[in-house]
Structure formats: C-alpha cells, structure tokens
C-alpha cells in the first residue's frame, strides 16, 4: 500500500495532526515502561510527513531516561496522540488516536513487536500477548 494522509487527534480535540502514512508496511507495539503503561500502539513516520493541525499549546512534553523522545500528551485529556524523537528526525504516532479506522482495519493491521524493556529493538519480547 502506498503512503495515506490519516488524520487524528487526542480524546478532546485540542490536538489535532496530519501525517502521511503506510499502515500496513508495519505498526509496533512495544514492552518498555512507558509503552507498556499507556498501551502505546505506534506507527513511525519522517518529521517532514507529520503536521501539527492545532493544539501545541495545549501539549505537555514528558522526557526521561535518555531523554531522546518527547513523549507529548495533551494536558486537557491526557491522552497522549503521539511522541517526537529529541534530535527532530521523527514521529511515533499513536494508532489508536488516527480517524476513521474500522475495527477491521485495526485488527488487519501487520505489528511488529519490540523489547524495548531491554533495549532490544530488533528483537520480539518473549511475551507479547498483553501489548
Ligand atoms: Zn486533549
């Protein structure tokens, strides 16, 4: 499948983005601390295919550890649309807050899963059921 434009947003709206996607060349899931709470489903995108529509000002910017992701979440809902790598160079969004996507569509859609708990990014954790 070739490149799609998805829109999407965070619960209330406040945040709103663009970006120009392939959902079927892969979606991750991964174990890491923060993925694992906030069962961040993702998709990877270049900066240059990703556009903030509204809402910068309403996005809070959570780093830790090596600081290389700006996890962003809107500070009205919570809920968080995407995250930034720190060097600019891309875009994790979130799968689950894209427009207009069917159940079907969701569930058909190729995962990859990631052991980021160990900084293994190449490799599957052992158990991925409860991503
Ligand atoms: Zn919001």
């Known amino acids: 499948m070739p490149l799609a434009t998805y829109r999407g947003r965070c619960h209330c709206g406040a945040v709103r983005f663009e970006a120009d996607a392939d959902l079927d060349a892969g979606t991750v899931r991964c174990n890491c601390s923060i993925c ?9 995108v270049t900066a240059e295919r990703f556009r903030l529509l509204a809402g910068e000002e309403k996005l ?3 780093r830790f550890g090596a600081q290389r992701i700006r996890h ?3 500070s009205v809902c919570g809920v968080k649309p995407f995250g930034m790598a720190s060097d600019g160079s891309g875009v994790a969004i979130s799968v689950n807050c894209l427009d207009e996507l069917t159940p079907e ?16 990014w190449d490799a599957s954790p052992a ?5």
């Open 60 to 62: 809070s910017d959570y």
């Open 36 to 44: 694992t709470r906030s069962r961040f489903w993702l998709v990877f």
């Open 105 to 120: 569509r969701l569930a058909a859609l190729p995962v990859t899963y990631v052991d980021g708990a160990h900084d293994r």
């Open 127 to 131: 158990v991925t059921s409860y991503l």
């Open 72 to 74: 962003r979440f809107c």
